[in-house]
């Protein structure tokens, strides 16, 4: 609350929209929680297919990649979709090893990206001298105090996930296909890590229909949010 008082253009926005009540926790949350309803993922090329069954909304290439998605890939048991719905998430949380794998390589580094597609190795306890705190996360755990829940996360939703690099809680992975061949290797082994992740064996044709599915479910009003987004952060003088 401190550091969002101390940003003139928030306090006198926060002034107006909530007369009398300005910066405090629940204002914080409603303005949080007011900007995430408007991040909608609607009318993907996949929602067209699925929904309006618009056959070639998508590409015999990501069509395949659908195809191994619900099929070989087994990721659907997970990210679930249905004719009903399709958030791409079973809302249960389970263990993959990323969390684990941070927990205990503590000179473990992270590919930390630079934009444009660079990325910089940056160790842990680099991490800690820059962001500070503990970087210590159990996951699910911290909450239910259950060890079967040690290093669970819940599973994300993949809508616009071509947007949203860096993955996984930590932004450990800094590319799709970084997270494809994590799950390729059947996630990290670890004594409570979801049966579900076995080795995949794909193949590197697989792989690219297997990111090219992903990148279909980005929805169509993104490109004018984004752009939103970033005219309002430049407008800032933030870098
Ligand atoms: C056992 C359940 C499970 C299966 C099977 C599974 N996922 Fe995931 N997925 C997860 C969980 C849980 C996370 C979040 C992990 C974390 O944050 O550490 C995740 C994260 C991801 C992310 C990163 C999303 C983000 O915004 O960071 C992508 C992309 C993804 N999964 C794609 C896939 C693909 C493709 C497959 C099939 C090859 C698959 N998943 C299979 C549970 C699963």
Same mark, same amino acid.
């Given at each position: 609350?401190?550091?969002?008082?101390?940003?003139?253009?928030?306090?006198?926005?926060?002034?107006?929209?909530?007369?009398?009540?300005?910066?405090?926790?629940?204002?914080?949350?409603?303005?949080?929680?007011?900007?995430?309803?408007?991040?909608?993922?609607?009318?993907?090329?996949?929602?067209?297919?699925?929904?309006?069954?618009?056959?070639?909304?998508?590409?015999?290439?990501?069509?395949?990649?659908?195809?191994?998605?619900?099929?070989?890939?087994?990721?659907?048991?997970?990210?679930?979709?249905?004719?009903?719905?399709?958030?791409?998430?079973?809302?249960?949380?389970?263990?993959?090893?990323?969390?684990?794998?941070?927990?205990?390589?503590?000179?473990?580094?992270?590919?930390?990206?630079?934009?444009?597609?660079?990325?910089?190795?940056?160790?842990?306890?680099?991490?800690?001298?820059?962001?500070?705190?503990?970087?210590?996360?159990?996951?699910?755990?911290?909450?239910?105090?259950?060890?079967? =829940?040690?290093?669970?996360?819940?599973?994300?939703?993949?809508?616009?996930?071509?947007?949203?690099?860096?993955?996984?809680?930590?932004?450990?992975?800094?590319?799709?296909?970084?997270?494809?061949?994590?799950?390729?290797?059947?996630?990290?082994?670890?004594?409570?890590?979801?049966?579900?992740?076995?080795?995949?064996?794909?193949?590197? =044709?697989?792989?690219?229909?297997?990111?090219?599915?992903?990148?279909?479910?980005?929805?169509?009003?993104?490109?004018?949010?984004?752009?939103?987004?970033?005219?309002?952060?430049?407008?800032?003088?933030?870098?």
């Amino acid at each position: 609350m401190a550091r969002v008082s101390g940003l003139a253009d928030y306090s006198s926005a926060f002034a107006r929209v909530f007369p009398g009540a300005g910066i405090n926790e629940d204002t914080i949350a409603v303005a949080l929680a007011s900007y995430e309803r408007t991040l909608i993922a609607a009318n993907s090329r996949f929602d067209l297919w699925l929904f309006a069954g618009e056959g070639s909304a998508l590409t015999a290439r990501e069509r395949s990649g659908l195809e191994l998605f619900r099929g070989k890939a087994g990721c659907t048991a997970c990210h679930h979709f249905s004719e009903r719905a399709a958030l791409f998430t079973d809302h249960l949380f389970h263990n993959t090893g990323v969390g684990w794998a941070r927990a205990n390589a503590a000179s473990r580094t992270m590919s930390v990206p630079l934009g444009g597609g660079e990325t910089a190795e940056v160790s842990s306890a680099e991490m800690t001298a820059l962001f500070g705190g503990d970087l210590h996360d159990d996951g699910r755990f911290e909450v239910t105090r259950q060890l079967r =829940d040690r290093w669970a996360y819940k599973t994300p939703s993949l809508r616009n996930v071509a947007l949203t690099a860096p993955y996984m809680h930590d932004g450990s992975l800094a590319t799709l296909r970084e997270v494809i061949e994590f799950y390729d290797r059947g996630g990290i082994d670890n004594p409570g890590k979801d049966p579900l992740l076995q080795p995949l064996h794909l193949s590197l =044709d697989e792989k690219q229909a297997l990111e090219a599915f992903l990148r279909a479910l980005t929805g169509e009003t993104v490109g004018q949010l984004a752009a939103e987004a970033r005219a309002a952060f430049h407008a800032t003088g933030a870098r």
